[in-house]
């Protein structure tokens, strides 16, 4: 039988490995280019407008874990990969943006303004963790940034813009 001390070793084991393998991954791996700047016609999502469009994502990710939890168990595995997915594989679709993103006409870029592949947009979603570390500083970076970048969006180097 486990011990009290090897569980709680496994489960921060788990949760705090894909944030870090994310982290290294986006570190090594996307190239450091030059940002371009931005047209007459847009702006860059700020803190207050990207506060709502998670609003509205978090209620639309609790619908679908409530109609998941109506399943047994196979709702419950696929509830583990539900935001992972949701964010992921709509951030890098043409539209490049979730639900919440689209509701307030914000879309998610790399460095150049084009479309973030899945595995950039994979690396996002994981270390949006490190953002709210800290009593959440990395998102309140935001506010504070030049392109309103949070901790997550400099690591995984990604832009959200909107139409002015």
């Known amino acids: 039988m486990m011990s009290i001390g090897a569980i709680q070793f496994l ?33 860059y999502a700020g803190f207050w407008v990207r506060l709502v469009a998670g609003i509205i994502d978090f209620v ?51 460095e150049k303004h084009g479309k973030i592949s899945f595995w950039r947009a994979s690396g996002n979603y994981f270390v949006v963790y490190f953002s709210g570390l800290l009593i959440f500083i990395g998102f309140l970076m935001i506010a504070f940034t030049t392109r309103k970048q949070g901790l997550h969006n400099i690591i995984s180097r990604t832009l959200c813009i909107r139409a002015k």
């Open 60 to 110: 639309v990710l609790w619908v679908i874990y409530l109609i998941l939890m109506i399943i047994p168990i196979i709702g419950w595995i696929f509830s583990l990969f539900v935001s992972w997915l949701y964010f992921s594989i709509q951030q890098s679709s043409s539209k490049q943006a979730t639900l919440g993103m689209r509701a307030l006409d914000i879309k998610i870029t790399d």
């Open 11 to 43: 489960l921060i084991f788990f949760l705090f490995s894909p944030p870090v393998i994310a982290l290294i991954l986006c570190l090594t791996l996307i190239k450091n280019k030059p940002y371009k700047k931005l047209s007459s016609k847009q702006i």
